[in-house]
Structure formats: C-alpha cells, structure tokens
C-alpha cells in the first residue's frame, strides 16, 4: 500500500540560475525548451530560478562547460546576487563539477556555498523528496550514492561522521579515499536490501491470483495519477509538478464479473 501525502510547501525556497550550451547537434530553439523544463524542475525542488545563461559554442568545455569569460560572467552575476545554487542543463564530469566549485566557491570555509548542480543530480534530488515506500527510498539513495562515487571531490560534511572513525581509516588514507570506501560499502549493502524487496514484490504479485494486470506508463507530469483516480475512484497524490509521485501505486477495479489491477 503507497502512503498518500501533500507536501511540504513551506520550506524556505533557494534562488538559483540555469546555464545551457547552443551547439550544432543542440540548437537554440532546443535549448530554450530544455531550459524551461529544467526551470520547471528546479521550481519542483522548491527553487526560485532568477537568471539564464546560455553560451553558442561547437561543443561544451571540458573544463567548465562554458568557456572563461562567460564563466566570470555568471560567477560575478552569483556573487553579487547571492544566488544558492548554479544548475547547468547537460551531466557534467566530475572534473567539471571540481573546477566549477573551485570558482565559485574559492573559500571552501566560506558560510554561504555555492552549490554547483546538474539535471541529473537535480532529478535525483527531487526523487529524493517524493519517495514514500521503503522500496523508492532504497532505488533513489542508490542511484545517489552511484551518481556521486566518481564525483567526489570538497565534501563539506565528511562522510565519515556517518560512521565510527576508530579502525576506519589506514595508514596515509586520505579523506576522500575513505569517503569512496564508505560509500561503496554502503552501494553493497542496498543492493542486498534491493535483493530482499523484489523478492517480497514477488511474492505479493503471486497473491493477486488470475487478476488482469494493467500498468499505466508515461512521462513525468502528464496525468497518470489522474487517470488512475478516475478510473479506480482513489486519491492518489497528484499535482501539476514534475515527479510528483515516484512510488508504485496498485488499485483494484471491478468491471462487471472482471477484476483489474492498475499499476
């Protein structure tokens, strides 16, 4: 059973920018849709986007995605506007997210930090916030943990305060090696709790008998939670964000002498 909620809309909203690359294989009628896309996304993860940047070149720089000048532009836009977060359309590298919070973050003992942010790790974050079942929690903090293993870099929370130190850490280990180590303990240990939820879903499939099964399927924010209340009289959350629902949802339906089961 999926649990049914609202957010929470009070929490306190960061301001952020989007940057976007024009490319020949990425034309700017596209850009300008990605973009409102990823401000859409943004304003899900409870984002207020003030600003876009987007520079024309052949292809992205694979220093810092943008070249230099445009760089110390929006560098000098964030200072001087307190912007929280710099969310950039495509997957950086970890070599770019390292240099991009270089720059904007020289003081990495500074109280306000930049966060440097790509639409992966955005949806991640938004995926974070919407898991309910014990099940999504598991898939999303997994995918997390994989997204951020090769981009380790300034931590400003060691992870190592997550666990005991004593015994952790060898002989000219550095932090970010046992901050590697840790998480890839950690990977290990929910797939092996992955492992134990499939078999439970197995299980629970068995016992709904000779129902006919019916999954509803489609990209985010395009009415499946609506149709699902339509159709199965239910109060599934729905709300015109995207990913407003992650979890798995299964109802019932009676037609007649016929018996569905919509996922």
């Given at each position: ?11 306190e909203?960061?301001?952020?920018i ?5 490319t020949?294989k990425?034309?700017e ?35 810092t995605f ?22 950039f359309?495509d997957?950086l ?8 919070q270089n720059?904007f973050?020289?003081?990495e003992?500074?109280?306000?930090q ?17 898991a309910?079942t014990?099940?999504a929690r598991?898939q999303?903090?997994?995918a997390q943990?994989?997204?951020?293993l090769?981009?380790?870099?300034r931590?400003w ?8 130190g004593?015994?952790m850490k ?21 797939k092996?709790?992955l492992?134990k ?10 016992n ?15 009415g ?6 339509s159709i199965?009289?239910?109060k599934?959350?729905a709300?015109?964000?995207l ?8 109802r019932?339906v ?8 919509y996922?």
């Amino acid at each position: 059973m999926s649990i049914e909620k609202s957010y929470d809309t009070t929490i306190e909203k960061e301001t952020a920018i989007l940057v976007g690359a024009i490319t020949q294989k990425q034309p700017e009628a596209a850009v300008k849709d990605y973009l409102d896309e990823l401000e859409f996304l943004a304003q899900t993860a409870n984002a207020v986007v003030l600003k876009r940047f987007t520079q024309k070149m052949d292809r992205p720089n694979s220093k810092t995605f943008v070249g230099e000048g445009k760089l110390q532009e929006i560098a000098d836009y964030v200072e001087y506007n307190q912007i929280d977060c710099v969310i950039f359309d495509d997957e950086l590298s970890p070599a770019q997210i390292r240099n991009l919070q270089n720059k904007f973050n020289p003081d990495e003992f500074a109280e306000h930090q930049i966060k440097v942010m790509d639409r992966s790790n955005l949806i991640l974050d938004i995926f974070a916030a919407r898991a309910q079942t014990a099940h999504a929690r598991v898939q999303v903090e997994l995918a997390q943990l994989q997204y951020l293993l090769p981009r380790l870099t300034r931590l400003w929370t060691h992870l190592s305060k997550q666990k005991g130190g004593i015994g952790m850490k060898g002989p000219g280990e550095t932090e970010i090696e046992t901050d590697r180590r840790i998480i890839r303990d950690k990977i290990h240990r929910l797939k092996k709790d992955l492992e134990k939820v499939d078999v439970q879903k197995a299980t629970q499939r068995g016992n709904r008998g000779q129902l006919i099964r019916v999954a509803l399927v489609g990209y985010t924010n395009v009415g499946k939670s609506t149709l699902m209340n339509s159709i199965a009289k239910s109060k599934v959350f729905a709300e015109n964000k995207l990913f407003a629902t992650l979890d798995t949802t299964v109802r019932k339906v009676v037609f007649g002498i016929l018996a569905i089961s919509y996922e």
